[in-house]
């Protein structure tokens, strides 16, 4: 492939008498954190929905991996190797935190129900690989010595990490997430930076959605800008920072402070 990993093209959406976005265009280049920032209501979750299938296009086109994917229903965008993370952390209450990374990984098994019933050796020898998978992204996300706990009783920070766990043990080539910071305190934070830019080092892509500046700036190698709709500016960190239309729309008397 020598295009982008995913292109958005003239995308529109309307919602009722509303336009929620309005021919926005922007790409992803492959092993990159690309970051999606704006006001509240700019647009950012809608074109995630849009782009991860869970809302259809009024009009424009999403091509991943050189394929058009609009309007494909969301487990056959997530097979193609897209998957998301919702500002709404979710995990499975009442099992543990392998347990769950577990099922986030029910994609990747192939032995058939005969082989789960009998215990066949082809369906040990896939436990046993599964599991070893998802301990090892357990270990990727800071959370293998949680590994039996019941996932319930995390710190808020520590379910955080496990969202993007779940979204992440797959191996998704792109990866989009959605807020990840939201709520965190700042070590969390920088434990939570410091954990997709490792997942990006594995060969993830990342596409960004959060309202926390210094952290945007500190790892995005490019950011693309909406306001109302629109996309208003798209660059590098520092040029966004200095943009005065940015400033105006969205950064104000904080752009020195996404500077820190």
Do not use: W
């Amino acid at each position: 492939m020598t295009g982008p990993l995913l292109t958005v093209e003239n995308l529109a959406v309307h919602i009722g008498g509303l336009v929620a976005i309005a021919d926005a265009s922007f790409a992803v280049p492959e092993g990159q954190v690309i970051s999606l920032i704006g006001p509240n209501g700019a647009g950012k979750t809608t074109a995630f929905n849009v782009i991860t299938g869970y809302m259809r296009p009024t009009a424009g086109r999403i091509r991943f991996d050189g394929q058009d994917i609009t309007g494909l229903a969301p487990d056959r965008i997530a097979q193609r190797g897209l998957v998301r993370s919702f500002q709404r952390t979710s995990v499975f209450a009442g099992c543990t935190v392998l347990e769950n990374a577990l099922m986030a990984l029910h994609r990747r098994g192939e032995a058939g129900l005969l082989d789960t019933l009998l215990r066949t050796p082809r369906q040990r020898r896939e436990e046993a690989r599964l599991r070893e998978e998802a301990r090892a992204m357990l270990e990727v996300t800071g959370l293998a010595a949680r590994a039996d706990t019941p996932a319930e009783v995390l710190a808020y920070g520590e379910q955080r990490r496990l969202g993007i766990a779940l979204a992440a043990i797959a191996a998704p080539r792109l990866l989009l997430l959605d807020e990840p910071a939201a709520g965190l305190n700042p070590s969390e934070t920088a434990d939570c930076m410091a954990l997709i830019l490792r997942l990006r080092d594995r060969g993830m892509t990342v596409l960004l959605v959060e309202h926390d500046m210094p952290m945007v700036m500190r790892i995005s190698d490019r950011i693309v800008v909406l306001n109302q709709g629109r996309i208003i500016a798209s660059g590098a960190p520092a040029e966004i920072r200095a943009n005065p239309e940015v400033i105006r729309a969205y950064l104000g008397s904080g752009a020195a402070h996404a500077a820190a």
